[in-house]
């Protein structure tokens, strides 16, 4: 015999009322998991995505999407602007770097980005296997790319046109891959990176002649230009003086984000208000079972203080019911929100957007459970105060 | 052993019980009597330790149990078994759990073997598994007294035992106390109104309806141990 004992045999009467406490709590607690997970890890891909990337410029259009297509690969672009551009930014002395980024192709749904390898020094990536590409039609592909295409080097792949699966394949212009690298926790770890030549000759084709090639290599075009700026004085001058090109447009990912969160943050933050409501009401209804459990249990608590049980252990038994409650609630809540992240993980697992695992760990889910235990004591207290105070003699008088 | 030194009490403004000094030994049967209202159960209650008198002294083997040193529970508890008029057995236990429970509360050395050994010597050792509600009134009873005389306690104290009882089970009950008494050790008080069984104690103490008269003790069924 031990309190365990006592406290789920008393728990075993009230079937009915246990599960209804226990399943409330912990729906509360799984939404708050689900959005505290979600919110933590989306929140951090998109900051370290955007890291060192001053400025975006892309074709005119919506900036934010220009963001989430050239930084973030989940949108389509709005355009491609011209090759001269990146040049002309290039020479602009406000301007450290410029990383082009040319779109078009996927494979399985991973975009093939054409770039330069300043994107993967940017990203601090490094090889896992083979080298970075030499010449074009070579590809390097992110870890994420490689764990589920189960590409290595020495490998090849046709790139699919446009930007999910499904559209006509490549199969004449061939990718060799040449390296893999290792994972970063960037966008890196679901692009194919390839020169950004390969893509033209992808989509150039074989020129019938020099004055055709002399043509197509005039009207090259990159689909987006990442900017670094070497002052701050620049994020006042460069966006203005790019958005006063009439094809070009500047975007701020920082601006962006910014909005970005705002909008998503209506959401969220509906999300956090419904799952507190939930909790909040999920404590009430402990309150109400165990103070309705006191009124049923009066002669058993009469009887256990008639036993030799103190007012203090009596107190404390009621508490015990109450933690227990909250423990089985918070492990339950805490296993229904990560199958959630888990199911939501997999599905922008299959889109090749953003990664969401339920192995990742954030201090807020301790706070969870810290005031779950906290507000299940609170629950606790008036029936424990009352237990406490109970007089054995006029309880049994009265049963 | 058990002694009690000018007790009264009273509940919301009214006297419910006036008691006789008393001083009861070891081993000695006593029944407490009176009509319905004469503070039987407030005295027992009293006895037990769970309803500090208005007034008066009750001491157990000298040691007040109403006065400072103040008792705890426990010690309460060990030297002390009830068996309430309603049992109040916890529905969510088996007759065995019930019984260890007792153990568990009074702080003894919980030994399986002990509470089975009990509940062989009471008849009911195959019910052992059973949950109250699955037991009958007279196995509840039982289980109701290994309950309280599983600690060993010094005193067993029973409210109306044979309240709901024919003539037949009400002899069986109070043979049955007398039986726990004994393997106890313990001085037996009985709370009843249950003229069947009176003459069966070794000395009857009568409360009256504490109108105005101090209750008295009555009689004893064996003279030479009267008070």
Same mark, same amino acid.
């Given at each position: 015999m031990n309190a365990l004992r006592i406290v789920l045999a008393q728990l075993a009467q009230r079937p009915l009322q246990t599960v209804l406490a226990v399943v409330l709590l912990a729906l509360g607690v799984a939404t708050l998991t689900f959005v505290v997970l979600v919110q933590g890890q989306l929140s951090k891909q998109l900051a370290r995505d955007a890291q060192g990337i001053d400025l975006v410029v892309g074709a005119k259009g919506s900036p934010l999407q220009l963001i989430l297509s050239a930084?973030?690969?989940v949108d389509v672009p709005t355009g491609n602007v011209p090759l001269a551009a990146m040049d002309q930014l290039r020479r602009n002395?406000?301007?450290a770097q410029v990383i082009p980024v040319s779109l078009g192709d996927n494979y399985r749904g991973f975009r093939i980005v054409g770039t330069e390898p300043a994107l993967i020094e940017h990203y601090g990536a490094r090889l896992a296997g083979g080298a970075l590409w030499?010449?074009?039609?070579q590809s390097v592909i992110g870890s994420e790319v490689a764990r589920v295409? =189960?590409?290595?080097?020495g490998g090849t792949l046709a790139g699919t046109h446009?930007?999910? =699966?499904g559209g006509a394949v490549h199969e004449e212009a061939r990718y060799e891959v040449v390296g893999v690298l290792a994972p970063?926790?960037?966008v890196l770890d679901r692009l194919v990176l390839t020169d950004k030549a390969s893509v033209w000759r992808v989509h150039e084709?074989?020129?019938?002649?020099d004055a055709e090639r002399r043509v197509l290599e005039e009207e090259r075009e990159v689909t987006a230009l990442l900017v670094r700026y070497a002052s701050p004085m620049a994020a006042a001058i460069v966006p203005r003086q790019v958005n006063a090109e009439s094809r070009l447009m500047a975007a701020s990912p920082a601006n962006e984000l910014a909005r970005l969160f705002a909008v998503m943050g209506v959401g969220i933050d509906t999300m956090r208000v419904f799952g507190s409501v939930l909790v909040a009401s999920s404590l009430l209804a402990l309150f109400v079972t165990l103070y309705n459990a006191l009124e049923e249990r009066r002669y058993d608590i009469a009887i256990m203080r008639l036993l030799g049980a103190s007012r203090a252990r009596v107190a404390i038994l009621l508490m015990i019911e109450s933690w227990l409650l909250a423990l089985v609630a918070l492990l339950a809540g805490l296993a229904l929100g990560l199958a959630a992240v888990a199911i939501v993980g997999n599905w922008l697992a299959q889109s090749r957007a953003f990664v969401v695992s339920p192995g990742a760990f954030a201090p807020e889910l301790l706070w969870i459970g810290i005031v779950a235990v906290a507000a299940a004591t609170l629950a606790a207290a008036l029936p424990a105060w009352r237990a406490s105070r109970m007089d054995i003699a006029a309880t049994l008088a009265r049963g | 052993m058990l002694t009690v030194r000018s007790v009264a009490h009273r509940y919301g403004g009214r006297r419910v019980l006036v008691a006789p000094d008393l001083s009861l030994a070891a081993g000695e049967h006593c029944a407490l009597v009176?009509?319905?209202?004469?503070?039987k159960s407030t005295l027992l209650n009293i006895l037990a330790g769970i309803l500090p008198p208005s007034a008066g002294d009750v001491a157990l083997q000298g040691e007040?149990?109403?006065?400072?040193?103040a008792r705890d529970d426990r010690w309460r508890a060990r030297r002390i078994g009830v068996v309430p =008029?309603?049992?109040?057995?916890?529905?969510?236990?088996s007759a065995r759990d019930n019984i260890r429970l007792a153990q568990y509360l009074a702080g003894t050395h919980a030994d399986i073997r002990e509470v089975d050994r009990l509940l062989a010597a009471l008849g009911v050792e195959d019910r052992a598994s059973a949950r109250p509600g699955e037991l009958s009134a007279g196995e509840q009873q039982r289980v109701a007294i290994a309950r309280a005389i599983v600690n060993r306690p010094q005193v067993l104290l029973a409210d109306?035992?044979?309240?709901?009882?024919d003539d037949a089970n009400a002899q069986k009950a109070i043979d049955l106390l007398f039986e726990a008494a004994r393997m106890a050790g313990a001085l037996l008080v009985v709370a009843t109104h249950?003229?069947?069984?009176?003459?069966?104690?070794d000395r009857a103490v009568e409360l009256l309806e504490p109108a105005g008269e101090r209750a008295r003790p009555l009689r004893s069924a064996h003279p030479e141990r009267a008070a």
């Open positions: 930084l973030y690969h002395r406000l301007v030499t010449a074009p039609m295409t =189960q590409l290595a080097v446009g930007l999910a =699966q970063t926790g960037t084709g074989d020129p019938a002649d | 009176g009509p319905s209202g004469s503070g007040p149990l109403y006065t400072a040193p =008029q309603r049992l109040h057995l916890l529905a969510s236990l109306e035992p044979t309240s709901s009882l249950d003229g069947r069984v009176r003459a069966r104690f």
